[in-house]
């Protein structure tokens, strides 16, 4: 199989296991991931993730003008904000993930860093999580948010939409994803019971060692 004809594989699988865990619902959602030659596929705009097919993915070309394959998501310009501004991306992924949105509206959300240092892996595999504003759905203006944190953050949370990560490849942004999701699910369990989060000093050793964004 080629490595074309793999990544779409791969794109529709994992979709399809987020989907069917309720990481996101109904048509939104949407993952994009960079092929050796530069080019990116991305999922179409309007499919719902549990039901992708490879042969309608998006192609685009390296500076993200349409090559063949149905419409992209209407997120294109986000997606594209963080290969521009993060060397070494491969992949993207945006949900609208329950528990993340619901952070995002809590008045008391740390808007540098929404999620609480609750577990060593929300750290190793996210790092901290800006929040940014909400914008309309689509509105490119959400590219310009990223490329305002000129590569800083390898996630974000879209306020009152949901969460976008980065990643190397797209099984790291897949699983960092689902580590984020986890995380604020654990926030949000937790909220007013005063856990027991991880001290200053483990979260240096943690960011130092994996080389983390913090």
Known sequence: MSEHAKLREDICTLAKSMFDRGLTCGSSGNISARLSDGTVLVTPTGRAMGFLD?????????NFNFLSGDAPTKETPLHSAFYETRTG??????????????LSMLPDTDPDNVLPPLTPYSIMRVGKVKLLPFFIPGDPAM???V???AGKRSAVL???HGPVVAGKDLWAAVFAMEELEETAKLAMLTRGLQPAALPTDTIQQIVRKFDVDW
Do not use: E
């Open 158 to 160: 879209l306020a009152n």
């Open 54 to 62: 490879p042969a309608q993915i998006s192609h685009l070309d390296a």
């Open 89 to 102: 991306t491969g992949a993207v992924v945006h949900l609208h993930s329950t528990h993340s949105v619901a």
């Open 143 to 145: 590219g310009d948010a």
């Open 147 to 149: 490329r305002g944190l």
